[in-house]
């Protein structure tokens, strides 16, 4: 069998182009994620800010001012300094769950991303179980606060550690029931399927209107599962030095003070999703006859559009949660878990059983 010179140097570029082509496709297939990962970046980083610039508005007091213009660069500044700072190891806990702990924390709530619809076109992954998936992975951030307490090696950060998954299982279940009725009403668990539910009647159409006490429920658990005041227990200062992260230092410290950012954002966005009409502009077509068709732009106006109204209606609740911090004073352990188990629990218990009701007399 003879096989000519031309035939090999064709093999071997066809075998070229189908390497570049897988190439290629990896690389297209990252693209979405660094951008995500990008953009939630600047999301904590102007969070932060926010938060900086509203608490110093409620106590009357200057803010940041220095770093960059308005002190917008504060956060990154602080976040610098942490990445350079000494990285400490306590010398007679267990080193592994010490470092391990701020990676799952950090890891658990960015997975949770991937099933958030910014716009109709812009979500990582659209799965028929979006909002399951992301009880199901937020309840590993837990495990991670439990080891880093439990390897510090210290009573204070060991007792912040069983604080926080406490909270976490009181908080999760009511949490779990109203996104239960959510799916109910919406005969759906995909994020997009949600929204487009709440697009038929415009502004009157949000689950807002529709599960006012599913709402309230939602906020209080949210606020509780982020461990924002008056929640803020697992790291109370005045009791526990700083919690769970007590004994750490420098980029680890950092990756918790993120994390809890990072579900802040997260549970604004979900409550935007689940309860405000996610990207949809939401004025009634009553008033506006559909808004000279805004609804219906594709492409990447429509895109924009989309993103910007989704963070909008993110950053109108993170205001809510920032302005709670500094209204509301800290419960008691005893009084938290009073409130989830005894009032949390049967209200979003009943809850659900109204909507199904209601969803099984309206066949």
Not at 37 to 62: D, H, K, P
Not at 112 to 118: A, D, K, L, M
Not at 303 to 325: E, N, P
Request: net charge negative; hydrophobic share 50%; proline share 4%.
């Amino acid at each position: 069998m003879i096989i000519y010179t031309t035939e090999v140097e064709d093999i071997n570029s066809f075998y070229t182009l189908e390497s570049l082509k897988e190439v290629y496709g990896i690389i297209w297939m990252l693209v979405p994620i660094f951008t995500l990962v990008l953009g939630i970046t600047i999301g904590v980083l102007v969070i932060v800010w926010l938060e900086r610039e509203i608490s110093a508005g409620i106590q009357q007091r200057i803010g940041p001012e220095y770093a960059g213009p308005l002190g917008i660069l504060q956060a990154l500044a602080d976040g610098t300094k942490l990445l350079f700072k000494e990285n400490i190891l306590p010398s007679r806990g267990n080193t592994r769950l010490f470092s391990i702990g701020p990676a799952i924390a950090v890891i658990s709530i960015l997975l949770s991303f991937s099933v958030i619809p910014f716009s109709s076109r812009l979500i990582l992954a659209d799965l028929n179980i979006g909002i399951f998936l992301w009880i199901a992975i937020s309840s590993i951030a837990p495990v991670g606060l439990l080891m880093s307490g439990y390897g510090s090696n210290n009573k204070y950060s060991f007792l912040g550690g069983l604080r926080a998954a406490a909270q976490s299982i009181s908080y999760e279940i009511p949490l779990t029931l109203c996104v239960l009725s959510i799916s109910l009403l919406s005969n759906s668990s995909s994020t997009v399927d949600i929204v487009e539910a709440q697009s038929k009647y415009g502004f009157w159409g949000w689950n807002l209107w529709r599960q006012p006490i599913g709402f309230i429920v939602f906020l209080i658990s949210s606020l509780a599962e982020c461990e924002r005041l008056p929640f803020d227990l697992p790291e109370a200062e005045e009791e526990l030095v700083a919690g769970y992260q007590t004994e750490y230092s420098g980029i680890k410290f950092g990756l918790f003070y993120v994390a809890s950012y990072l579900n802040l954002l997260l549970s604004s966005l979900f409550v935007t999703v689940l309860y405000l009409g996610g990207w949809n502009i939401s004025i009634p077509y009553v008033f506006v006859p559909e808004l000279f068709e805004i609804n219906k732009i594709n492409g990447i106006i429509g895109t924009t559009i989309g993103i910007f109204i989704t963070l909008a209606k993110t950053y109108l609740f993170l205001f809510i949660s920032i302005a709670t911090r500094w209204t509301l004073p800290r419960l008691r352990m005893d009084q938290l878990l009073n409130l989830g188990w005894k009032f949390l629990l049967p209200i979003s218990l009943g809850n659900l059983l109204l909507t199904t009701s209601f969803q099984l007399l309206s066949l």
